[in-house]
């Protein structure tokens, strides 16, 4: 019997969370003021809050740094500069991701990630055709499903368009996938979540 439960996800999120934090850590001996540099958001108010929140001005995007690891899969973000994604709060706090897909799984399911309870201020994500990281409100999402066709960090992603046009023309080279494949970020829900990391979600 696998250990799936959401008590040993949460369980093997915090030890990933407590190694990269022993990695930093370490890191942070070799500072000249002993202070910390990173952004990783405090919680002292006892709350259950994600180890992988970090502080998110919500106006426009973060910089992706070395210590941000994946809110959904605790990869790190900097591996996956073609595919990466991020989403801010309104009340400040951030979440990295090191691909599209897992912005998605984040998205329908917000608390079980242990996101705070607050709307969402911004979206970005990386354009699959120019690498740009631009407003993932605006852009447009082909929905692929095939793993054989993709290159991806987690098995397979939606492939991200700033023009919906391009979008439209990677459906149309498969015979599988057609314009009702091609989505804005407003209709992303649990069902398409669930194509990408249906394993996550609870």
Request: hydrophobic share 30%; net charge negative; charged share 35%.
């Amino acid at each position: 019997m696998t250990d799936s439960g959401p008590h040993s996800w949460r369980r093997r999120r915090l030890l990933a969370a407590v190694g990269a934090g022993t990695v930093t850590g370490l890191a942070g001996c070799s500072g000249d003021d002993g202070e910390n540099d990173g952004d990783v958001s405090d919680s002292d108010d006892g709350d259950e809050e994600s180890p992988f929140l970090v502080d998110h001005p919500g106006d426009e995007p973060k910089d992706f740094e070395n210590q941000h690891m994946c809110g959904v899969c605790t990869m790190g973000v900097v591996d996956y500069d073609d595919r990466n994604a991020q989403l801010a709060h309104e009340n400040g706090d951030g979440m990295m991701f090191c691909s599209s897909g897992c912005l998605f799984a984040y998205y329908v399911a917000p608390e079980h990630f242990d996101g705070p309870d607050s709307e969402i201020a911004g979206v970005w994500v990386t354009d699959f055709d120019t690498g740009e990281l631009i407003d993932g409100f605006d852009a447009h999402y082909a929905l692929e499903h095939d793993e054989r066709r993709a290159d991806d960090p987690m098995g397979v992603d939606p492939r991200v368009y700033e023009d919906e046009e391009m979008a439209f023309e990677y459906v149309d080279e498969y015979d599988d996938l057609d314009e009702d494949d091609v989505i804005t970020f407003s209709e992303v829900d649990e069902e398409v979540a669930r194509i990408y990391r249906s394993t996550r979600i609870p």
